[in-house]
C-alpha cells in the first residue's frame, strides 16, 4: 500500500531529509562522543546560524555562509568553555539538565534580538533560489535537496578521513572510546574536546545554511523539532558509536520524509506520531539500538 | 637539578573519603634502576601509582620528576613530562589497530620534533611489527601486554611505571615480561614495578618496598629473594 503512495519525488526528499539530520546527528555525536554530553542546545546552534543567515542577507551570499559558520563556531567555542567546561566530570543528567538551560536561554535572546523591529521571525532570502526544482529523470526535484545530499556525503566522508587518517582524529576517536586512558597517554583533554567542538559547529553551521533555504522564515524555535527528532534518531542508532548515531540521524529524516509523502495531505498532523510511533516499536524490539550489533544494553540519558 | 633521581616521592598521603590509603610513603628511582612495590591486595601500591601520575590527588608530600614537582598536574601533563604508566589491565584499544594503539603512546612525547618513529618498539618486540594492521583485541593476553608496554615506551619517557604487568598471563609469558623489563633497565629507564609475584619481583629489581595498610614496612634487595622466611613475615606485617 505504501508503494502506491510513496513516489520518486517522496523518496528523493525523504533522502534529503536524511542527509540533513544525519549531518545533525554526527554533529551531536561528536561532542558526545568526548564529552559523553547530549547537547540539547544544538538545534539553538543552528537557528543562530539561520538568523546570522537572514540578518546578512543582503551581503553576498559566501559572505553571508561565512558569517554563519564564524557565528555558529564562536558560539560552540564559548559554550565550551563557560558551561561545559566547569561541568566536566558532572553526572550526565546536570550535564543535560544546563544544555536545556542554554537552548532556552538562546531562544530568548534571539527573541529579544529579533522582536526589535516589531515583528517575530526575520527571512533569508539570498539563498532562497536554491528552492526551486530541478528536472532529474524525470522527477522534479528540488535544487537545495541535491545540493543536501552532495554536501552531507562531502563532509561525511571528510570527517571519516579525519578521524581515521590523521592524529587528532586519532586521539579524538581513543578519547571517545576511553579517556582516561587517553589522557594517560598524553592526549590532551581541552585540544580534543575543542577540536569536537569545532568540528560540530561547522557541521551545525551548513545545517543552517541547508534548512534556511528550504525554510526561509527564521523564528526563536527555527530547527527545534528538527533537533528533538534527531536526538531520538541518534538514541535509536546508537548514540555511543558515530556511525551508528549517523545512521539513526539519517533513518528517521527518511522514515519522516516517507511517512509525510504517503500521508494524505489533511493528514500530515499525525507526522510526529506515526514517527515517534515507529521509534517506540524500534526501542522495543532492539533497546540497545536499531544499528548496535553484538552489544549488550548500554546506558542512556 | 641533574643528580635529582629521575623519580622521587616524599611522604606521599592520599585518602579515600576518610580513609587513608597511602600513609607516609617515600621512595626513589633513578635512571637504569628497577624499584619494585610488592604487598598483599588493597595495600596502596596501584594508588600510589596513580597518584604519581595524577589520577588521584595526594592529599599530603610531593612527587618530584628530575627534580620538578608534578604534584595536582592533570595526567596528560605528567605524561608529556616523561612519566609513562603501564596499566593494569593493559587498557589497550581493542577495536584499535596495533599500529594506531603505537601512535596514540607518541602523544606523550615532550615535543612534536622528537622521534615519531615506532621502530624501536617494533624491534623490542616484533611480533608487534607482524600484526601491526591487526586488530589489538585479537591480540593473546601476552602480545596485549607486551604492546600495552610498548606502547608506554614509545613516548620516550624517563619514568616507566607498571602496574601488575603480569597480572593474567601464562607462567612462560611471565618469564617474557620479567625478561623484557630487564632490557629495559638496561635501555637507562627508570622503573617502578608494581607486582603480586613477589619473588620473582625482589629477585629483578635493585630493590623492593613491601607496602601493607598503605605504609612501607620493609624494603629488601635481591638477595632477600631466596629467603623464603623474610618475605613471608614481610608480607604478614612482621
Avoid at chain 1, 103 to 121: E, K, P, S, Y
Avoid at chain 1, 144 to 154: D, G, P, S, Y
Avoid at chain 1, 250 to 275: D, R
Avoid at chain 2, 156 to 168: I, R
Amino acid at each position: 500500500m505504501i508503494y502506491a503512495v510513496v513516489d520518486a519525488q517522496t523518496l528523493a526528499d525523504a533522502v534529503g531529509l536524511g542527509a540533513v539530520y544525519a549531518l545533525m546527528a554526527v554533529g551531536i555525536g561528536l561532542v558526545f562522543g568526548v564529552l559523553r554530553l547530549v547537547n540539547f542546545a544544538y538545534g539553538q546552534l543552528i537557528m543562530a546560524g539561520a538568523y546570522t543567515l537572514a540578518f546578512t542577507s543582503h551581503w553576498r551570499v559566501g559572505w553571508s555562509i561565512a558569517a554563519c559558520v564564524v557565528v555558529v563556531v564562536a558560539l560552540s567555542l564559548v559554550m565550551d568553555r563557560v558551561v561545559f567546561r566547569p561541568l566536566r566530570g558532572s553526572s550526565p543528567a546536570v550535564m543535560l539538565v544546563a544544555t536545556f538551560a542554554i537552548a532556552f536561554m538562546l531562544q530568548a535572546i534571539a527573541l529579544l534580538v529579533d522582536i526589535r523591529d516589531n515583528t517575530i521571525g526575520e527571512i533569508a532570502t539570498s539563498i532562497a533560489p536554491l528552492n526551486q526544482p530541478t528536472t532529474v529523470h524525470g522527477v522534479e526535484v528540488r535544487k537545495i535537496t541535491i545540493v543536501a545530499v552532495i554536501v552531507a556525503a562531502v563532509a561525511l566522508a571528510l570527517l571519516a578521513l579525519l578521524l581515521t587518517r590523521t592524529t587528532i582524529g586519532l586521539h579524538m576517536r581513543a578519547a571517545a572510546t576511553d579517556f582516561g586512558t587517553a589522557r594517560l597517554l598524553g592526549v590532551q583533554a581541552n585540544r580534543v574536546i575543542g577540536f569536537a567542538v569545532v568540528l560540530s559547529g561547522i557541521l551545525a553551521a551548513i545545517v543552517s545554511v541547508i534548512l534556511t533555504v528550504q525554510f526561509p522564515f527564521v523564528g526563536p524555535d527555527f530547527a527545534l523539532r528538527d533537533t528533538i527528532v534527531v536526538l531520538v534518531g541518534v538514541v535509536v542508532g546508537g548514540i555511543d558509536r558515530l556511525w551508528t548515531a549517523t545512521l539513526g540521524g539519517f533513518s528517521i529524516g527518511f522514515a519522516t520524509g516517507v511517512i509525510n509523502g504517503a500521508l494524505p495531505t489533511e493528514q500530515t498532523v499525525f507526522l510526529p506520531s506515526a514517527v515517534f510511533a515507529l521509534v517506540i516499536l524500534v526501542l522495543l524490539l532492539r533497546p540497545a539500538g536499531l544499528f548496535a550489533w553484538g552489544r549488550g544494553p548500554v546506558e542512556r540519558v | 637539578m641533574t643528580d635529582a633521581p629521575a623519580l622521587s616521592v616524599r611522604n606521599l598521603e592520599v585518602r579515600y573519603g576518610a580513609v587513608p590509603a597511602v600513609r607516609n610513603v617515600s621512595l626513589d628511582v633513578a635512571r637504569g634502576e628497577i624499584v619494585g612495590l610488592i604487598g598483599p591486595n588493597g595495600a596502596g601500591k596501584s594508588t600510589t601509582l596513580h597518584a604519581i601520575m595524577g589520577l588521584v590527588p595526594a592529599r599530603e608530600g610531593d612527587v618530584t620528576v628530575a627534580g620538578a614537582s608534578v604534584l595536582g598536574k592533570a595526567p596528560e601533563w605528567i605524561a608529556r613530562r616523561g612519566v609513562a604508566l603501564v596499566p593494569e589491565g593493559r587498557r589497550i584499544y581493542p577495536d584499535f589497530t596495533v599500529e594506531e594503539n603505537l601512535r596514540l603512546g607518541l602523544a606523550g612525547l615532550r615535543t612534536t620534533r622528537s622521534n615519531r618513529s615506532l621502530t624501536g618498539a617494533y624491534e623490542l618486540f616484533p611480533v608487534l611489527h607482524d600484526f601491526r594492521r591487526r586488530h589489538a583485541g585479537l591480540l593473546s593476553g601476552g602480545q596485549q601486554q607486551q604492546l600495552a608496554i610498548a606502547r608506554a615506551l614509545v613516548a620516550q619517557p624517563d619514568v616507566l611505571l607498571l602496574d601488575e604487568p603480569s597480572l593474567g598471563l601464562a607462567p612462560s609469558l611471565v618469564d617474557s615480561v620479567f625478561e623484557t623489563l630487564a632490557k629495559i633497565r638496561d635501555g637507562g629507564f627508570a622503573v617502578l614495578l608494581v607486582e603480586q609475584r613477589a619473588q620473582r619481583t625482589v629477585a629483578l629489581a635493585n630493590r623492593t618496598h613491601v607496602l601493607s595498610n598503605g605504609e612501607l614496612r620493609l624494603t629488601l634487595g635481591p638477595e632477600d629473594a631466596g629467603d623464603t622466611e623474610k618475605m613471608v613475615s614481610a608480607y604478614l606485617g612482621g
